[in-house]
Every structure is written in C-alpha cells, then in structure tokens.
C-alpha cells in the first residue's frame, strides 16, 4: 500500500485521465523477489475546474495505491527491499507543475 | 509457497506531491514601466519545419512567449485566445511564439498543434532556455515582450483574457522603438543646449 498525500489545492491526474494528452499517475515496481501482478487505485473524482470545459478525472488530498505481489520462483526467505517509481503530473486550477518521477521503496519479508 | 509480510512498510512510504511548487498565484499583471524592462534572453529553437527561431528577430514586433506543454489544462485553456491574438494583431507587428516543454518533444506536440489548429510558431523548449527566463516551474508561463525585446510583463498561471489582451494593445499603440526615441531626444537636447552655450556671447 503506498500512501499519498497531496498538497491542498493541487490535484494529480488518475490512472486513466479523461484526456489522451494528461499523464496518467503510474506506479511500477522493479523486477525483485516480488512481482506486481495487480494495482488498485481509488475512484477518481470528476472534478472541474476553471481551465477546462469537461470534468477531470483526477486524485485530491490522501489516497493510497494498493499493489497485488506474488513472490517469484526465485524468491528467498527473508527481507527484501521492493523498488519502483511513481509518476504522476499535479496541477492547481491555474497552473501545472511539470511531471515528476519518484524513486519508491517498501521494505518486506517473506517467509516460506 | 511464500508469504509476504509489508505490516508497517506502508508509512514509510507516505509521499507528499506537489510539495516544492510555488504559491499558486503570484503577482502577475501590469506592464512595467519602461525604465524598469529588462532584456528578454535571446533564444534559437527550431519549428515544426526545422527552421531556427531567434527571437531577436522579433525585435520590432510587440511578442507573447508562451511557455506550455501538452499536458498542461490551463495552457489549453489560453491557446483559443492566443490563436485570436495572432489572427487580429499580426498585422500590427504581433507574433505569439509558443514554447513547448514536453520532454517528447514533438511527438506529443506534432498532433497537438494540428488538433488545436494552432496558428503561431511553436517550438520545442530546453532547460537551458528555461534557466535563461528564469527557471520556468510552473505552466502556463507567459512574457510578453515589447518592441524593444524587453520584457514588459510576465504571467505565472492562468490569468484573464483581457489582461493579456490590454497589455498587447498598450505596446502596440505605444510609440515605435521608444528607447530610441529617448535616445534620440536626448542627444537632440543637447545639441540644442550646445547650440544655445555655442550662440551664447562670451
């Protein structure tokens, strides 16, 4: 589960934005002991705004992204650090700030 | 098969977006006074043609530079007027010059312009033309530049239409190339006084 919390005012486009040229928020985890076989994000909200004629599909205030692992056939007991990237693209309702690409990481165990 | 324990992983990861952006409405607006106008930095990107833009070659035409990108609603939202601005006050010595700061340059922005039936020259933008006006943060960012090439106002966001639209009328109807109008009535000033000390009876 990775929680997000966003800076009052600004919103960040879903993972499916309502226009083809809106960078989608996109979490991706690297190859590990760990494989991402499914991501669930919030409903979005359709939210409008002062720049554009139809509603946004976007993601405001806290939210969390929930990523399904299953552990691959080489995985071995013990801990492991999972690494990915999030990339999302936030705005406010007069300007954007330019896309931006964060390293992410979670700390796990697995046991057999 | 094994298990996977991430119990109290999570809150480490707590990310906080958009947390090193600038306030979201900076003073923006009226036209400076001339004294006050500095030099807009020169740049040279290339068209969708492959021809470079210099915009000293501007220099003579009042020009709004638009920094945006693609991506950006509120840039979207200002393109309408900026097509407007172009068709009415080209003929004026009027250009809007449109600077993308798409990273894929233009294979998101090709499509764009054709699809928006943009009808100013757009470019594709650099970090080091970004650097040169100032570290362009945030999108839409705006300069409009007078004839002179310095920079009269600049816009951080979306603001209104009309601001845009009174700030390009102002340098349009304002004197052509003013600075060397000054200049010029200095030097006649004193001419005029070294005429006056020079008929002057000793």
Known sequence: MLPLDLRPGYHVNSNKPSDEYLIPLRLTWNP??????????PQPRMEKYSFSEKP??????????VTHFKA??????????????????????????????????LQVEIAK | MSRIHVAAASAALALILASCSRPSNLPTGELKAEAQRKQA???????????????TDYRGKVVLVNFWATWCGPCEAEIPWFIEF?????????????VSMDDDGWKSVRPYVASHKINYRIMIGSE???????????????????????????????????????????LLEAPKNSAMRDAGTGVLAGLTGASVRAGQRP
């Open chain 1, 32 to 41: 590990g002991p760990l494989e991402a076989v499914g991501f669930v994000f």
């Open chain 1, 56 to 65: 946004l599909s976007v993601f405001t205030g806290d939210f969390q992204i």
């Open chain 1, 72 to 105: 691959t056939a080489n995985a071995a007991p013990g801990p492991a650090t999972l690494t990915g990237k999030l990339r999302y693209q936030a705005c406010n309702n007069s300007m954007c700030l330019p896309p931006k690409t964060l390293d992410v990481s």
């Open chain 2, 41 to 55: 930095p020169n740049f040279t990107l290339k068209d969708a043609d492959g021809n470079a833009v210099n915009l």
């Open chain 2, 86 to 98: 172009e068709k009415k006050y080209k003929d004026q010595g009027f250009a809007v010059l449109g």
């Open chain 2, 128 to 170: 080091l033309v970004s650097q040169q006006f100032g570290e362009i943060e945030s999108l839409p960012t705006s300069f409009v530049l007078d004839r002179e090439g310095r920079i009269a106002s600049n816009h951080i966001g979306l603001v209104d239409k009309v601001d845009y639209q009174n700030e390009i009328v102002k």
